[in-house]
């Protein structure tokens, strides 16, 4: 197994391609980059920007280079020893004309050879989706879209099809006799019964009366082929064939403003193994398992073995060949039984290096029997996030946000009510279906005959809305202590919330326990299985939507800590815990990734630095919102009785604003947009004033029109001269706390992980805004500057750098030294351990210092924070002026000799290193014993 030392994220897409890989391939090398970490490859939907959709998993996307040029960028790679870790999406596929697999469903039913690919319930408890897809994409009610002519009819190689837009579906093979036969006798008058192409014709006709069912194997795929291979023929070498079917396919469509010219049509839908219907019918009546609440995206039962087959059979090619080391599960709580996937995945590839895209709440562990090397990174994100949060201040910053808003919020009612609202909004369909497979069983049973859908669907309801974690993973091998404690903590509160529920409540928690009565038969347990399996896959996506989709965008008090896998209630990390989290790592998962930022990420790691300097200084915060927000009051809308915005977002986009303001001037038009953009999308995900499903048009406008004037570029703006002074003071604090923030990254357990473009300022936002091209000619510059910066005029250089902290030269040195350092100290950094190290003197608590040590070999990493108090703005943290008498221990056995990695500098120490000697020209240390 490839153990990475440092991975760098690329976001592929048709416009960065492979072969636009390969041009920063060298500079990858030269960073310290040991494997580049790909998103999706396989081939998407066209015009993907992303990879998670893809449409076919035993190819590699055409869009981004194919085949071949995948095999040159590896090539390359490979003789830049770097490897390869591969993001791959096991949960789901796109619902799109695209995917082949699906349209073969679609068009064949339960004759499809992929029947079963796909987590569709063919016998759905709504007679009109059974034995159906439902197709939720239509724009309006079915009807209407057929009387307003949207639905239309297509024939082209591929065969007939219905088509809405940019939306096709298959119609299946024996309703292409109705189409066919409309009017033949008119055509057989024309040509005469004896005429060669009626005659082909008519024997096409005959043959789709005897298609074969899916029972006679190949037979049935090769009689359509004939089919269809023999129609294009007729289109192609017959004019009157031809005009014969245009001139149906017209008169199936239907003639706008006459209802019953759409008769046939209607017909013709009624017989398909799909069912088109408005979008909003998806949220009610689904009848196939959806990423979260995306209707264009279908769920697949990757727990089939045959299935798991034909998806890997590419993933597991290329691992066997040597093309990727390593591979990252994408959302591994969405599967049926994640264990069961990861241990065939492992069987299948044993030394491939293997993490997974896991949110963990607070106090939840990693599953220890799961056979990979850790997760993606969240987890270690948000640890290191929630140090430079100051928690002495959160009681009057709490007072701050209810002040500013008017009223004091809940974090934990403000959960509960959004995951109720995503329940009720968004999930209704698959609580439905959750709760009919829950009365189907327990009609089986005496005691549970009488429970009503309304019982058992408001006692699943409280369940799901009370559930702590993404979810739990019990299987038939049982359930873990910590899934227990889980159970049995959300039963008790349930029972309280709804006791007139009490008997529903104790027969599900049977069920969630697996306490199977005695009398049971091996089908019925299969079936209370089938049901806790299926309620754990509905969890993730309710956590998913009702906290990181909603509750981050509603919960504003300090939005730096609104991030993927945080509790936005919990108000930064102590120092202790954070030590206590990296031993644990240390013994458990020690190469784990380490990320700040990612695809998914709802800010930038700079921006969130930035942020957390407002936890450092309340007052001053709060001085500034009060004169902000008189100055502005003249820029707001009021329309319908309410000011736009409210407060509540006004306080988000006086943080945004702080944490996102662009270093360079020529960047603010554009800062602007991506303002005015982020606004629509976080308001929207609030889901308070306006939402994805229902836009607010008069809210959406006010906003972005207070936006607009309280960023306008003039000479006279009010707000702009307020707000630039104590800004750019933030901005001085955010770059010292994001340098810590990086050598901690590149140093702690784990191995670190660079999101693109990341190695400078990361001032994105929520995507799209985090996914916009990256500058590498740039950055290619900056490394090949600062590699030929040693020696005896690296300190000039390291002043002339801190003198220019805005073009980030700064940080990318900082990356660079430290990751040729891990190269150097490889073992240790992969098999060291991790000690805290003791901090003396009255600033003891700015500092996070921590050893690494394997044998002979000791390296000690230094990382001030909490800088508003140490500095004045503009000013760095150095010298004794500063850390005055703060001192560490360091590590026992160590010599008296240390040599700084950024400033090559020697510090000398027995029982003692005193920070002010350390910290005299860098702001922050890495020290190797020497």
Not at 339 to 365: D, G, H, Q, S
Not at 491 to 513: G, S, V
Not at 620 to 647: C, S
Request: aromatic share 12%; charged share 25%; glycine share 6%.
């Amino acid at each position: 197994m490839q153990i990475p030392l440092a991975t760098y994220r690329i976001q592929f897409t048709p416009s960065f391609g492979f072969d636009a890989a390969k041009t920063i391939a060298a500079y990858l090398e030269q960073l310290g980059v040991s494997h580049l970490y790909a998103s999706p490859i396989l081939t998407s939907r066209k015009g993907s920007t992303h990879g998670y959709d893809a449409v076919n998993p035993r190819e590699i996307d055409p869009e981004l280079g194919g085949a071949e040029k995948f095999d040159e960028l590896v090539e390359q790679l490979k003789n830049l020893n770097i490897g390869w870790v591969q993001d791959i999406v096991p949960n789901h596929m796109a619902f799109s004309s695209q995917n082949e697999m699906l349209m073969d469903v679609l068009e064949n039913g339960a004759d499809s050879k992929y029947r079963d690919f796909f987590d569709i319930d063919w016998n759905h408890h709504y007679p009109e989706n059974n034995c159906k897809v439902l197709a939720p994409f239509l724009g309006k009610f079915c009807g209407d879209c057929l009387e307003s002519g949207e639905l239309q009819i297509q024939y082209e190689q591929s065969g007939l099809s219905i088509n809405y837009y940019d939306n096709k579906f298959p119609i299946r093979i024996e309703s292409y006799s109705q189409v066919l036969t409309y009017d033949l006798a008119s055509l057989q008058e024309k040509l005469g019964r004896d005429n060669p192409a009626f005659v082909k014709l008519l024997g096409v006709l005959y043959t789709l009366k005897y298609i074969p069912s899916s029972e006679e194997g190949r037979e049935r795929d090769d009689q359509i082929s004939f089919i269809k291979r023999m129609l294009w023929e007729l289109w192609n070498d017959s004019e009157d064939v031809k005009k014969h079917i245009q001139e149906n396919i017209a008169i199936f469509n239907g003639e706008v403003g006459k209802p019953e010219s759409f008769d046939l049509l209607e017909s013709l839908l009624t017989e398909q193994f799909f069912r088109l219907a408005f979008w909003k019918v998806g949220n009610e009546e689904l009848n196939y398992r959806r990423f979260f609440t995306v209707n264009d995206l279908i769920s697949l039962r990757i727990e089939d073995e045959n299935v798991f087959e034909t998806t890997h059979s590419l993933i597991l090619k290329l691992v066997e060949e040597g093309k990727f080391d390593g591979l990252r599960i994408d959302h591994i709580d969405g599967l049926y039984d994640p264990a069961e996937y990861l241990n065939r995945l492992r069987e299948k590839a044993p030394e491939v290096y293997l993490i997974v895209e896991k949110i963990l709440e607070p106090e939840e562990e990693l599953p220890i029997t799961w056979p990979i090397q850790g997760t993606s990174g969240y987890d270690f994100l948000n640890q290191l996030n929630g140090i430079f949060c100051d928690q002495s201040n959160e009681e009057e910053f709490d007072n701050i946000y209810y002040r500013f808003i008017g009223k004091a919020v809940s974090c934990e009612e403000l959960i509960d009510k959004n995951k109720r609202l995503i329940i009720e909004k968004h999930l209704a369909g698959d609580i439905d279906n959750l709760a009919h497979l829950f009365k189907k069983i327990s009609g089986r049973y005496r005691y549970a005959s009488d429970f009503t859908m309304y019982g058992l669907k408001s006692a699943l309801i409280e369940i799901l809305a009370l559930f702590p974690v993404y979810r739990t993973y019990i299987n038939s091998g049982g359930a873990s202590s910590s899934d227990r404690e889980y159970i049995e903590q959300v039963m008790t509160q349930a029972k309280k919330n709804i006791p007139n529920f009490l008997n529903e409540l104790n027969f599900i928690e049977k069920f969630l326990l697996l306490e199977f009565d005695e009398n049971l038969t091996e089908e019925d347990r299969d079936e209370w299985l089938r049901f806790l399996m299926r309620l754990q896959q509905f969890t993730g996506p309710l956590m998913a939507k009702g906290v990181e989709d909603t509750v981050l965008y509603v919960y504003n008090r300090l939005v730096s800590l609104n991030e993927v896998g945080s509790h936005p209630g919990s108000f930064g990390v102590s120092l202790e815990d954070f030590h206590s989290y990296n031993s644990n790592r240390t013994a458990t998962w020690p190469h784990t990734m380490n990320t700040t930022s990612t695809h998914d990420t709802k800010r930038g790691e700079d921006v969130r630095t930035r942020i957390n300097v407002l936890s450092e200084i309340p007052e001053e915060f709060e001085q500034n919102l009060k004169q902000w927000r008189e100055i502005n009051a003249a820029n707001k809308d009021y329309v319908g009785g309410r000011d736009i915005p409210t407060y509540n977002d006004e306080y988000l986009f006086y943080q945004t604003l702080i944490g996102a303001f662009p270093l360079d001037k020529e960047e603010y038009p554009n800062f602007v947009e991506r303002i005015k953009e982020y606004i629509i999308k976080a308001i929207r995900e609030a889901k308070v004033h306006t939402a994805w499903l229902k836009n607010d048009s008069d809210y959406e406008d006010g906003f972005t029109n207070f936006a607009e004037r309280v960023l306008k570029d003039s000479p006279d703006n009010q707000f702009l001269q307020a707000f630039r002074p104590f800004q750019e003071k933030i901005q001085h604090y955010g770059i010292l706390s994001s340098l810590s923030q990086t050598l901690l990254k590149l140093t702690a357990p784990g191995l670190p992980d660079i999101y693109q473009g990341t190695e400078l300022w990361d001032l994105s936002l929520v995507d799209p805004d985090n996914r916009r091209p990256v500058d590498f000619s740039m950055r290619q510059k900056y490394l090949e500057e600062i590699k030929s910066k040693n020696g005896s005029d690296l300190l000039d250089y390291i002043a002339q750098l801190l003198e220019t902290p805005e073009d980030a030269r700064i940080k990318l040195f900082l990356i660079y030294k430290t990751l040729q350092t891990r190269q150097e100290y490889l073992d240790l950094f992969q098999r060291g351990t991790y000690e805290k190290l003791t901090t003396v003197g009255s600033l003891k608590s700015h500092i996070i210092g921590f050893s690494r040590e394997l044998g002979e070999q000791k390296i000690i990493v230094i990382a001030p924070r909490f800088f508003t108090s140490l500095t004045e703005k503009g000013e760095y943290p150095f010298g004794e002026q500063v850390w005055q008498e703060t001192r560490i221990v360091p590590p026992a056995d160590s010599t008296n000799t240390w040599v700084d990695v950024f400033t090559g500098q020697q510090v000398e120490g027995e029982d003692a290193l005193w920070v002010r000697d350390i910290l005299q020209n860098f702001p922050v240390a890495l020290l190797v014993n020497k």
